[in-house]
């Protein structure tokens, strides 16, 4: 693992994003938190340092749902050898089972219903951070 943890976040809405940047800095302070308002900046950052194993990010957070390309189209566009070495977890809170099973397939760790309620939130993206910098 390079020296300091790497966390891609992409998400479009502007609340869910400080949360979960706030609950990863109280996680992971030294953490380096990468955000994205949209799927085709996250997919670009993602090719870019596809190739380059020191740059790749220790885990990814991503909504599912984003503007220009969704969770899924960016996980076809970057291949499964990304997300057999990167960690990545679905946050969305209008996901159905079909599409939810489908990411699962290709890759994603694990879905997360998003929690309405602030601090649910904070400590949901909390636990999962500690989850995963444990196995890193």
């Not at 991503?62 to 566009?77: A, H, N, S, T, W």
Request: hydrophobic content about 40%.
């Amino acid at each position: 693992m390079a020296d300091k943890m790497k966390v891609i976040v992409a998400d479009d809405d502007e609340l869910d994003m400080r949360l979960t940047r706030g609950a990863i800095t109280r996680a992971l302070p030294d953490a380096e938190v990468l955000s994205f308002g949209d799927g085709e900046a996250a997919l670009a950052e993602l090719q870019r340092i596809s190739t380059d194993h020191d740059r790749k990010p220790n885990l990814v957070l991503f909504d599912y749902k984003m503007p220009k390309l969704g969770c899924y189209e960016v996980i076809q566009r970057t291949g499964p050898e990304m997300w057999s070495d990167v960690p990545l977890v679905l946050f969305s809170s209008s996901v159905g089972p079909t599409d939810v099973a489908r990411c699962l397939t290709m890759g994603v760790r694990e879905y997360v219903e998003k929690p309405t309620d602030p601090d649910k939130y904070k400590a949901t993206v909390g636990e999962i951070c500690g989850r995963y910098a444990k196995v890193l």
